[in-house]
């Protein structure tokens, strides 16, 4: 099959799961192609068209670090594409992510996602259900509330204070569009600079406050679903617990936390019990949760990591059940072409 990986750059990418599964799926024989969301080309009068980054088939990477760093060097073919040459488009470029100067890129991805899904292309996780939670935090307020911390999202200073006061002066705040743990504050009793911090984070835009959780400082654990289940292979299964790194409270491995193994509770069952069935109807294909023990606390449905810590601790490779699982629905389509939809196939098992 012809897979391409949508990422924020090429030149920025870093060797985390989004280049695994690109390493996986080029081990598995298939041509497999890297582009950033700058790469697409749109006339009225030709075919939307993207330039892809691949490697000649005559090259051997031994690791996902070593396929990146060739992709980023000279001996990598650029090569302009009709979108609608490829099997699948797997979008995976972080919006929050992208630096000041680069907003035209924030929905990009998403935005010609839907277009390339038009064409007949499988786009991963479905580009329109990624239109739906492009916000994911706000995606995460659809979800039933007796699985999450009690939350609210507001820019009213008034409104945080009073939220502030009813969970006993401690909370979480931090920026409705963000991730990797940038822009997160623990506030308690102590905190002197409360007010400075919200006029801050507003004037990024919205605030999450959210209920703080005491069994956060011993870390959260982050869950990987696969068609709206645990991702799991020969009894192992795709969780990592992430342990704050020294002096601080946050626990994403970008901030210092630390990957270490953990089980698969009862707490985290139940959770994905009550998602799994949304996310399967939605079309989200590949999807992170983080949980701190019973409750989950994030949902990330537009570029979830995850593989390079359950690599760094040990533990199965699980790229080859993701690519396997695309293999499938390629199968699915030959057989039923468009008499599936893009939403549907995006997961089924």
């Known amino acids: 099959m012809k897979i391409c990986f949508v990422v924020n750059s090429v030149e920025s990418e870093g060797a985390g799961t989004t280049v695994y599964m690109m390493h996986e799926a080029w081990k598995r024989n298939h041509e497999v192609y890297l582009m950033g969301v700058g790469d697409f080309s749109f006339t009225q009068t030709e075919a939307l068209s993207i330039i892809t980054r691949s490697l000649p088939k005559s090259s051997k990477p031994g690791t ?70 492009f916000i994911d935090k706000l995606y995460f307020e659809e979800l039933p509330a007796h699985i999450k911390p009690a939350s609210l999202i507001t820019r009213d200073k008034s409104e945080i204070l009073e939220f502030f006061e009813t969970h006993k002066k401690k909370m979480i705040l931090k920026p409705l569009e963000g991730s990797g743990g940038r822009g997160v504050y623990l506030i308690d009793k102590n905190e002197k600079n409360l007010n400075q911090i919200i006029e801050n984070l507003s004037a990024q835009g919205y605030i999450i406050a959210q209920q703080y959780l005491p069994a956060a400082k011993e870390g959260d654990v982050r869950v990987l679903l696969l068609n709206g289940n645990i991702l799991q292979k020969n009894g192992k ?113």
């Open 64 to 133: 996902p670090e070593e396929h990146l760093e060739m992709l980023q060097g000279e001996k990598a073919a650029t090569k302009k594409l009709e979108a609608k040459q490829l099997d699948v488009l797997f979008i995976r470029n972080n919006p929050t992510e992208e630096d000041k100067g680069r907003q035209w890129a924030e929905s990009a991805g998403v935005a010609f996602g839907r277009m390339v899904q038009q064409e007949g292309v499988l786009v991963l996780n479905d580009a329109f259900a990624l239109s739906n939670a």
């Open 237 to 349: 299964y795709g969780i990592i617990k992430r342990v704050s790194g020294e002096g601080d409270f946050r626990s994403n491995i970008s901030q210092g936390g630390r990957p270490e193994a953990s089980e698969y509770t009862h707490d985290i069952k139940k959770i994905i019990e009550v998602i799994g069935p949304k996310l399967k109807r939605d079309g989200h294909f590949f999807v992170g949760l983080d949980v701190v023990k019973n409750k989950l606390i994030e949902i990330n449905v537009l570029s979830p990591g995850g593989l390079d810590g359950l690599s760094k601790i040990g533990v199965e490779n699980f790229s080859d059940v993701i690519i396997e699982a695309i293999e499938r629905k390629i199968e699915y389509k030959k057989h039923y072409g468009s008499g599936i939809s893009n939403r549907e196939l995006a997961t089924m098992e």
